[in-house]
C-alpha cells in the first residue's frame, strides 16, 4: 500500500494516519512504514487498499472528528489564480 507521505503522521504511540470512514467521521490508525521516496510512503500494515486518508489538517482532528471531502478539482477552483 502506498500513500502520500503527507498523510503519515507520528505520535507518542508511534505512526499513524487518519482514515476517513464511511459516516465521514475520522479514525486514528497506526501504521507499519517500510520506506519512503519521493513524497510517497509505503505501509507494510494498517491500511486496507481502497481506504480514503487525511492528507491536510490532522493536526486540527480528534479520533470522531467529522471531516468534509474536497477532490482535487474543486481544490484547485477554491485557490487563487495567479
Known amino acids: ?8 503522521q507520528s505520535g507518542q504511540s508511534g505512526t499513524y494516519a487518519f482514515v476517513i470512514k ?10 507499519s ?3 519512503s521516496t519521493n513524497g510517497e510512503t509505503v ?6 487498499h481502497g481506504e480514503i486518508v487525511v492528507m ?4 486540527l482532528l480528534t479520533p470522531g472528528a467529522r471531516v468534509s471531502i474536497r477532490d482535487q478539482n474543486s481544490a484547485r477552483q ?3 489564480k495567479k
Do not use: F, N, W
Open 22 to 31: 464511511q459516516d465521514k467521521t475520522a479514525e486514528l490508525r497506526l501504521v
Open 1 to 8: 500500500m502506498v500513500v502520500p507521505s503527507q498523510a503519515i
Open 78 to 80: 477554491e485557490s487563487p
Open 43 to 48: 505501509i507494510e500494515k494498517g491500511l486496507s
Open 56 to 59: 491536510d489538517g490532522q493536526l
Open 33 to 35: 512504514v517500510s520506506r
